[in-house]
T-cell receptor, first 111, second 114 residues
Framework: GQNIDQPTEMTATEGAIVQINCTYQTSGFNGLFWYQQHAGEAPTFLSYNVLDGLEEKGRFSSFLSRSKGYSYLLLKELQMKDSASYLCAVSPNSGGGKLIFGQGTELSVKP | DAGITQSPRYKITETGRQVTLMCHQTWSHSYMFWYRQDLGHGLRLIYYSAAADITDKGEVPDGYVVSRSKTENFPLTLESATRSQTSVYFC?????????????FGDGTRLSIL
């Protein structure tokens, strides 16, 4: 089965850096996705990792360690618009294109 | 416009009624999914489909029925709605089953059952 853990809430200051962690236990693994979801809106894709290491996309980076079952999303130069929920999702190798989502981390960016 | 659309955006109904949520995508993606999102539970998979006429149960399928007669449509039916099915429902589609192809989500249907 799969079990995905993320912190429920985090608070950070505008202009700062924040790291959102995700740990997972899965019987099979085809990669890990991060999504952003603003209140009242649909989740939108941020990043994908399948190999160990860091993937950088502008202000956002995502890291994966397969041996440790661990990922993090790093947000730099925080802006007020980054206040949102960040969802970690594992793609299991059981097929069907499914994603198994964590409960999400609610990030509040303060001035 | 291309994309994935859900209808209705908002729905209020009564317990025991049948209600159908619609999902339509224009990308010809093979895979489609239905999730519900509730406080404290995140996104939970209800049903998914790998192609037309192929559907499978997800984590929380009880009380729901799906069909997929055409690749672009994936309706979700609550046969006899219960208050516990009050939730936000998201439909998603994905081009392939593996790799870096993400799921793309519709805007959601906010369903209240009185």
């Amino acid at each position: 089965g799969q079990n995905i853990d993320q912190p429920t809430e985090m608070t950070a200051t505008e202009g700062a850096i924040v790291q959102i962690n995700c740990t997972y236990q899965t019987s099979g693994f085809n990669g890990l996705f991060w999504y952003q979801q603003h209140a009242g809106e649909a989740p939108t894709f941020l990043s994908y990792n399948v190999l160990d290491g860091l993937e950088e996309k502008g202000r956002f980076s995502s890291f994966l360690s397969r041996s440790k079952g661990y990922s993090y999303l790093l947000l730099k130069e925080l802006q007020m618009k980054d206040s949102a929920s960040y969802l970690c999702a594992v793609s299991p190798n059981s097929g069907g294109g499914k994603l198994i989502f964590g409960q999400g981390t609610e990030l509040s960016v303060k001035p | 416009d291309a994309g994935i659309t859900q209808s209705p955006r908002y729905k209020i109904t009564e317990t025991g009624r049948q209600v159908t949520l619609m999902c339509h995508q224009t990308w010809s993606h093979s895979y489609m999914f239905w999730y519900r999102q509730d406080l404290g539970h995140g996104l939970r998979l209800i049903y998914y489909s790998a192609a037309a006429d192929i559907t499978d149960k997800g984590e929380v399928p009880d009380g729901y029925v799906v069909s997929r007669s055409k690749t672009e449509n994936f309706p979700l039916t609550l046969e006899s709605a219960t208050r516990s099915q009050t939730s936000v429902y998201f439909c998603a589609s994905r081009a392939g089953s593996v790799g870096n192809q993400p799921q793309h989500f519709g805007d959601g249907t906010r369903l209240s059952i009185l």
